[in-house]
């Protein structure tokens, strides 16, 4: 079963624009990562944050982790047609070793 | 470094048929997890194993194996298909089982029962 739930289940915006997307997920957790999906491909590994940490950045991503509220946002800045894609969260449970629960994913659409 | 490939990239069985899925993780990688992709479930964790040894195991029926082989490359087998089995079944691996390391994900195999 999946832990997370992603908001919203999809987004349009307009090249330029900033995209952001929510997690919310149910348990304990060591780390949270964010994947990117293209068109039912394989997943690309976007960014890991600890549950120690509260921000993250890496290049036009920036992630922040609530561990209090157990829910997780990506932000894409100025989004670009190529970021069209599905974007997942997942969660590494504490104890849950490399057991990762994906979230129901974004589906990102960026217009030109 | 090559990333992690799957092979075949894409089958079609019948149902009842049994069908196996390879893995070969990133070079000096030493786990290998497998999730299954469905429109209905998500993608959902089946096992994964390191030194050859399943270490963690998904709700999925017995139906569902895999092994991992001394050079870390592994293989998942399903037996006796049913048409749900229809997926996209990803492969990732990683340097260590342990928490907090990053997986990397091949192309995946997709898989048509009819």
């Known amino acids: 079963s999946q832990q997370g739930e992603e908001d919203p289940q999809a987004l349009s915006i307009q090249e330029g624009e900033n995209a952001t997307m929510n997690c919310s997920y149910k348990?304990?957790?060591?780390?949270l990562q964010w994947y990117r999906q293209n068109s039912g491909r394989g997943l690309v590994h976007l960014i890991l944050?600890?549950?120690?940490?509260r921000e993250k950045h890496s290049g036009r991503l920036r992630v922040t982790l609530d561990t209090s509220k157990k829910s997780s946002s990506l932000l894409i800045t100025a989004s670009r047609a190529a970021d069209t894609a599905s974007y997942f969260c997942?969660?590494?449970?504490?104890?849950?070793?490399?057991?990762?629960?994906f979230g129901t994913g974004t589906q990102l659409k960026v217009e030109l | 470094k090559a990333g992690v490939t799957q092979t075949p990239r894409y089958l079609i069985k019948t149902r009842g048929q049994q069908v196996t899925l390879s893995c070969s993780p990133i070079?000096?990688?030493?786990?290998v997890s497998w999730y299954q992709q469905t429109p209905g479930q998500g993608l959902q964790f089946l096992f994964e194993?390191?030194?050859?040894?399943?270490?963690n195991k998904g709700n999925f029926p017995g139906r569902f194996s895999g092994r991992q082989f001394s050079n870390s490359r592994s293989e998942m087998n399903v037996s006796t298909l049913e048409l749900g089995d229809s997926a996209l079944y990803l492969c990732?691996?990683?340097?260590?089982?342990?928490?907090?390391?990053?997986?990397?994900f091949g192309p995946g195999t997709r898989l048509l029962v009819l």
């Open positions: 194993y390191f030194s050859e040894t399943q270490r």
């Open positions: 944050i600890r549950s120690n940490e």
């Open positions: 070079s000096g990688h030493r786990s």
């Open positions: 348990t304990s957790i060591n780390n």
């Open positions: 990732a691996s990683s340097l260590n089982p342990g928490a907090g390391e990053t997986q990397y």
């Open positions: 997942a969660t590494d449970p504490t104890g849950g070793g490399n057991k990762l629960t």
